[in-house]
């Protein structure tokens, strides 16, 4: 790249000129174009949920592949998963199994085998979460998918793709301090730091009232049927962070404020730089099941 011809540059004028091109870190393009906005896609389906709300794994195949086409910008689904994933990547699959709500096994399922499909090789791929500094896949990973469901928090306020990381630390409760608002600086540990490929924030039965560390309840359970998935976490937690807010208007009648607050969304744009939080800066693309989206 000539010296006439700068990094911030190439980003602007490249095609499409949005932050989040395929395969390129969030904090990468970040950085390099903090003018543009990121792509964030929104997809639900009426469909998604079995009778006992368990995930019709067929119909999430499909909002899935959806959306890794249409956030790629590629001809078809399977091309753009090969444009996220190289088969000489060394894969982790970071999930989250602190339900309820967790990230759904039919969904874990679906992505490892998408990269599979991609090229990588079977002892290259895992899925984990509360083991990942001892599993060698994610040691010597090269790529990481980061999947959880969106809920509201004791801690964080809200369960971001953010607080999904904790488990890489090795230390994880020195990130609790004032809501846990330094949670991007996850993004900076050597085991994650630019390897980052892809962000779900699943919204299927999201939980978006409740207090306490263990405030589960039904009641503040509804059945939004919808996937968030980015290239960058923050601006996919904050476009959730988003409907859950919507929600709880809707469900109280006023803007009840979160039992905790959830400005580490926030922080992690103004003080990290690690993504956007800012919706103006947010292309938000809405796909498939269009009653009661929200936002």
């Known amino acids: 790249?000539?010296?006439?011809?700068?990094?911030?540059?190439?980003?602007?004028?490249?095609?499409?000129?949005a932050i989040l091109s395929a395969g390129v870190s969030a904090l990468a393009e970040a950085q390099a174009a903090p003018e543009a906005k990121v792509k964030v896609v929104l997809i639900r389906d009426a469909d998604v949920l079995n009778a006992d709300e368990s995930p019709n794994i067929e119909v999430l195949r499909k909002m899935m592949d959806e959306a890794v086409k249409t956030l790629t910008g590629q001809p078809d689904a399977m091309a753009g998963?090969?444009?996220l994933i190289k088969p000489e990547d060394v894969v982790g699959i970071k999930s989250n199994v602190a339900g309820p709500p967790?990230?759904?096994?039919?969904?874990?399922?679906?992505?490892?085998?998408?990269?599979?499909?991609?090229?990588?090789?079977?002892?290259?791929v895992a899925v984990d979460d509360r083991g990942v500094l001892r599993n060698p896949v994610f040691q010597k990973s090269t790529a990481?998918?980061?999947m959880r469901p969106m809920h509201t928090h004791h801690w964080s306020g809200v369960g971001s793709l953010m607080k999904n990381?904790?488990?890489?630390?090795?230390?994880?409760?020195s990130w609790h301090p004032d809501s846990c608002a330094n949670?991007?600086?996850?993004?900076?540990?050597?085991?994650?730091?630019?390897?980052t490929r892809l962000n779900v924030q699943?919204?299927?039965?999201?939980?978006?009232?409740?207090?306490?560390?263990h405030h589960y309840s039904k009641e503040y359970v509804w059945p939004y049927k919808g996937l968030v998935v980015s290239v960058d976490p923050v601006a996919a937690d904050a476009t959730a962070l988003r409907i859950l807010e919507a929600k709880r208007l809707?469900?109280?009648?006023?803007?009840?404020?979160?039992?905790?607050?959830?400005?580490?969304?926030?922080?992690?744009?103004?003080?990290?730089?690690l993504g956007v939080a800012d919706p103006a800066r947010i292309e938000l693309i809405k796909l498939g099941w269009a009653d009661g989206v929200l936002i």
Do not use: C
């Open 102 to 124: 967790r990230t759904p096994p039919e969904l874990e399922e679906i992505v490892k085998q998408r990269v599979l499909e991609a090229g990588v090789a079977p002892d290259n």
């Open 144 to 146: 990481l998918i980061n």
């Open 250 to 273: 809707a469900h109280f009648g006023k803007n009840e404020p979160f039992a905790v607050s959830p400005h580490h969304v926030q922080i992690a744009q103004d003080k990290f730089k």
């Open 165 to 173: 990381y904790l488990m890489f630390s090795d230390n994880p409760p």
């Open 1 to 17: 790249m000539s010296d006439s011809l700068t990094r911030r540059d190439f980003f602007r004028n490249s095609a499409g000129a």
């Open 81 to 83: 998963w090969k444009s």
């Open 183 to 195: 949670l991007a600086g996850l993004f900076d540990l050597p085991i994650v730091k630019g390897k």
């Open 202 to 213: 699943i919204l299927l039965t999201p939980l978006f009232h409740g207090k306490g560390p």
